[in-house]
């Protein structure tokens, strides 16, 4: 991609009205543009890193027996009358013309409809186990969102739901689930905590919740310095200091950010809308499920919150919007350009993805200050100088040093 072509600039200043880090590097950098308090739109270097995060959650999900199918996001009010959560208050309803009170919402989970979709499908044990998952929008009347992508008020999530023959069967999956958003986190760049939590407005059971530490979170968990092991400091009985019952170890009191939550459900929807299923005697019974969200805005938000530094950003290579940064410093000699362009032409036939620098107007400081703040692995300059030196400098975004190599080299360093 060409940067004088690229919809969506660079900003010298954060918008005054964020105060979130987050907020203000993915502004300042055109990866994002905020509509209102907590809605965002995603400009195409939001969009490619979304995408990316996207395909990491796919083929995890895939992985482990999840289906993709895209669901409804206007519900009909009797979904969620029939549990008793149409009063829940971050629910967006919405008044259809004439109508004086709402008779549909807007999606902010969907258990209500799948398990709906699922009676239809489902009648025997033969049919069972099955797992779905979506990536969509989710609508959330947030009170509080400030935070940027960590929390808004319309987000991305990927929501699985698993059906099952018995409360063994959904635990077992429970655990695959687990296993499965580790790597998702890890592959993302970001270190998860596994911690028991409360199931809020999604079940009576505990939960597991996937923690990510950081002073900005709005969590506060217990965990413990040496097995990790981690509660969530609304339903926890452990104190800052007290011993892990786990491991004995030490038990630390840290914030952090919620990136994922799972929640054995049990047979509450079912119930609700006559999910049933007949086992092997031929009795009915009710189908076991279990549900699995993952915020893509707020992961995106928090590997900003935990990889930057006091210019910018520096994604993971998993989910950076390029990988190379290619920068061509203004000459007086069309040399330069020469050997930029053909670089660059180069770098897209061997198929890596590129951002190519190429605007004239903008000084080798502005260059450099846009490529730190947007932060891309690999930057590679061309320049007068380099091109004395016979190479092409190159640093990656994570260290300090840059050095000349050959072009042949920094294929090799850009392919792999
Ligand atoms: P929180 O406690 O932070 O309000 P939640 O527990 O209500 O979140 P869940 O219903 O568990 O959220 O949603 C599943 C996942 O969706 C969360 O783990 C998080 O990654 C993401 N998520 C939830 N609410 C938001 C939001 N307002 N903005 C962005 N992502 C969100
Ligand atoms: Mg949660």
Redesign the pocket.
């Known amino acids: 991609m060409r940067q004088s072509q690229l919809f969506g600039k660079t900003l010298r200043e954060a918008p005054r009205d964020e105060i979130s880090l987050n907020a203000k590097l993915l502004t300042r950098g055109g990866f994002i543009y905020k509509n209102s308090a907590g809605v965002y739109s995603f400009l195409p270097l939001g969009w490619r890193v979304i995408r990316k995060i996207a395909d990491i959650i796919r083929e995890e999900m895939n992985a482990i027996g999840g289906q993709e199918m895209f669901m409804a996001a206007l519900h009909d009010k009797r979904y969620l009358t029939a549990t008793g959560r149409w009063n829940v208050d971050v629910v967006f309803k919405v008044l259809a013309g004439g109508e004086k009170e709402p008779s549909f919402n807007i999606s902010w989970?969907h258990e209500e409809i799948i398990a709906e979709i699922a009676a239809k499908y489902i009648s025997s044990y033969k049919d069972l186990p099955l797992a779905a998952y979506q990536i969509q929008t989710k609508f959330?009347h947030?009170p509080r969102a400030k935070s940027g992508?960590?929390?808004?008020r319309e987000?991305l999530?990927k929501d699985l739901y698993s059906f099952h023959s018995s409360e063994k069967d959904l635990m077992d999956y429970y655990e695959k689930v687990a296993v499965a958003y580790h790597k998702i986190f890890k592959r993302c760049g970001l270190k998860s905590i596994y911690t028991l939590a409360a199931g809020?407005e999604?079940t009576a059971n505990y939960t597991h919740?996937f923690q990510v530490i950081a002073d900005v979170g709005?969590d506060v968990i217990y965990v413990c310095e040496g097995c990790a092991y981690a509660e969530n400091k609304e339903i926890s009985k452990l104190k800052a200091g007290g011993q892990c019952p786990q491991c004995r170890g030490r038990v630390e009191e840290k914030k952090s950010i919620?990136?994922?939550?799972i929640f054995p459900l049990g047979t509450k929807y079912s119930e609700a809308f006559d999910l049933l299923f007949a086992n092997e005697k031929g009795e009915k019974k009710h189908v076991v499920m279990g549900s699995y969200?993952?915020?893509l805005?707020?992961?995106l938000g928090t590997i900003v919150e935990t990889s930057h530094d006091e210019k910018g950003i520096m994604w993971p290579e998993t989910v950076a919007p390029f990988r190379v940064h290619l920068l061509e410093i203004k000459s007086t000699s069309s040399v330069v350009k020469r050997v930029a362009q053909k670089l660059y032409k180069t770098l897209l036939a061997r198929e890596v993805e590129v951002l190519y620098d190429d605007r004239d107007e903008k000084t080798a400081g502005e260059k450099f200050a846009d490529a730190d703040l947007i932060g891309l692995p690999l930057r590679a300059v061309i320049s007068e100088k380099t091109i004395a030196q016979k190479g092409i400098e190159v640093k990656k975004r994570s260290e300090r040093e840059a050095k000349i190599i050959s072009a042949k080299e920094l294929l090799k360093l850009a392919s792999c």
């Open positions: 989970t959330r947030e992508l960590l929390r808004g987000f999530m809020g999604f919740e709005e919620e990136v994922g939550n969200g993952i915020g805005g707020r992961t």
